[in-house]
Antibody, heavy 117, light 110 residues
Framework: QVQLVESGGGVVQPGGSLRLSCAASGFTFSSTTMHWVRQTPGKGLEWVALMSHDGSNKYDADSVKGRFTISRDNSKNTLYLQMNSLGAEDTAVYYC??????????WGQGTLVTVSS | QTVVTQEPSFSVSPGGTVTLTCGLSSGSVSTSYYPSWYQQTPGQAPRTLIYSTKTRSSGVPDRFSGSILGNKAALTITGAQAEDECDYYCVLYMGSGIYVFGTGTKVTVL
C-alpha cells in the first residue's frame, strides 16, 4: 500500500532554513506527481507546491514563492521541500501527498515545523 | 486574491443528509475547476473523499457524493454517521498548476 513518511521538521529561528523529506513506497514514485500541503496550528489547509513526475514542471503558492523550492530524487523515491527565509507564518504541519488527476489522493502523517526564536 | 468559500459549520442528525458547498469569492465553480473534497479529524492527516467533482476515492463509502449545485461545488453526506463528525475541505484547481483550499466546514453530528 502507499506509504508516505515525512521527516526533517523541527524548531528553527526566524530567517533560518530547513529541508523536509518525504520518503515514498508502495507505488511507482517516478510516475506520480507530488504535492506539499501545510496546516497552521488550529487553522485550515494550504497548498504549498507540486512537482510533476519527472521534475520537469513545478509550481508553488504565492505565499512561498522565492523562498521554498520543491524537488525530487526518483532514484531514492524521495520528495523534498527546501525552505529558506522562514518566518512565524511558516509554522505548520507539512504534509506530502500523491497527485492523481487534479487532486491530492494519498497523504503522509506530516512533520511539524516551528519557527521561533 | 482568490478566496474559496465554505460554510464555517453545519449540524446534521444521525441518519440525516447534509450538503456542504464550495464557492468562489468572485465567479462560479464549474467542473473545469476539478473540485475535490477532503475529510480531516483533528490531529490526523487529511483523507481524500472526492476528486474531479464526483469521483470517489478508493474505499470511500457511497454515502459521500460530489456534484455541482448552481455556481458551487457540493459534497453531500447521505445517512450521516457519528464518525462523519470532523472538518471538511474543498480544493479548486485554478489552472497553471495552482491549487487553492477552501476555508473548511466543521460538521457536527447530533
Amino acid at each position: 500500500q502507499v506509504q508516505l513518511v515525512e521527516s526533517g521538521g523541527g524548531v528553527v529561528q526566524p530567517g533560518g532554513s530547513l529541508r523536509l523529506s518525504c520518503a515514498a513506497s508502495g507505488f511507482t514514485f517516478s510516475s506520480t506527481t507530488m504535492h506539499w500541503v501545510r496546516q497552521t496550528p488550529g487553522k485550515g489547509l494550504e497548498w504549498v507546491a507540486l512537482m510533476s513526475h519527472d521534475g520537469s514542471n513545478k509550481y508553488d503558492a504565492d505565499s512561498v514563492k522565492g523562498r521554498f523550492t520543491i524537488s525530487r530524487d526518483n532514484s531514492k523515491n524521495t520528495l523534498y521541500l527546501q525552505m529558506n527565509s522562514l518566518g512565524a507564518e511558516d509554522t505548520a504541519v507539512y504534509y506530502c501527498a500523491t497527485g492523481v488527476e487534479t487532486a491530492m489522493v494519498d497523504w503522509g502523517q506530516g512533520t511539524l515545523v516551528t519557527v521561533s526564536s | 486574491q482568490t478566496v474559496v468559500t465554505q460554510e464555517p459549520s453545519f449540524s446534521v442528525s444521525p441518519g440525516g443528509t447534509v450538503t456542504l458547498t464550495c464557492g468562489l469569492s468572485s465567479g462560479s465553480v464549474s467542473t473545469s475547476y476539478y473540485p475535490s473534497w477532503y475529510q480531516q479529524t483533528p490531529g490526523q492527516a487529511p483523507r481524500t473523499l472526492i476528486y474531479s467533482t464526483k469521483t470517489r476515492s478508493s474505499g470511500v463509502p457511497d454515502r459521500f457524493s460530489g456534484s455541482i449545485l448552481g455556481n458551487k461545488a457540493a459534497l453531500t453526506i447521505t445517512g450521516a454517521q457519528a464518525e462523519d463528525e470532523c472538518d471538511y475541505y474543498c480544493v479548486l484547481y485554478m489552472g497553471s498548476g495552482i491549487y487553492v483550499f477552501g476555508t473548511g466546514t466543521k460538521v457536527t453530528v447530533l
